[in-house]
């Protein structure tokens, strides 16, 4: 696992860009897997996570909150789309909806959040790989999830690309 520590000013801005993804979203129904958050608390530790990841590849991530999503993917690294998913502290699995609608990008990432300000990278996995290893759960607020556990995604990030570091960032629907 990588461990990025994310500075006061990076998780200011996760906060603040959470907190703009969440208003744009007021109104519409929340899909959130556990009751333990608000549905603002699961925006920033998202973001916490998109931050995380690009940081470690050495992006500097120009976020923005739009109300329609970030269009199925969070960051392109290499010509390869990344969709980050943040759970809330270790040992916890990779969630996605059962139907997949939050998982179109070409690779899926994992992420931990600790504190505020330490994320771990825990692994990634692609679409192919994850419909074979995916387990269909029911979570406390009883709806279904597909779920592969977190022991099962690749370590390395080094397939992503060759000096594991980024070329680019592009993503226009953040």
Avoid at 143 to 155: E, M, T
């Amino acid at each position: 696992m990588i461990i990025v520590k994310l500075t006061p000013e990076e998780v200011a801005q996760a906060r603040s860009v959470g907190q703009q993804r969440n208003a744009a979203k007021r109104g519409l129904r929340g899909n959130r897997f556990c009751r333990r958050y608000d549905d603002e608390q699961v925006h920033i530790i998202g973001v916490l996570g998109e931050m995380a990841v690009a940081k470690r590849f050495g992006l500097v991530p120009g976020f923005h909150a739009l109300p329609g999503g970030d269009g199925g993917y969070d960051l392109v690294i290499n010509n390869k789309t990344l969709e980050v998913k943040t759970r809330n502290g270790p040992n916890a699995d990779l969630l996605v909806y059962a139907d997949m609608a939050d998982f179109t990008a070409d690779r899926c990432v994992l992420c931990w959040r600790f504190t505020d300000d330490m994320i771990g990278i825990v692994g990634h996995i692609d679409r192919t790989a994850f419909l074979e290893k995916a387990q269909l759960v029911r979570g406390a607020n009883r709806k279904q999830r597909l779920c592969v556990r977190w022991q099962d995604l690749a370590r390395t990030l080094a397939r992503l690309t060759p000096d594991e570091r980024a070329s680019k960032y592009e993503n226009p629907l953040l």
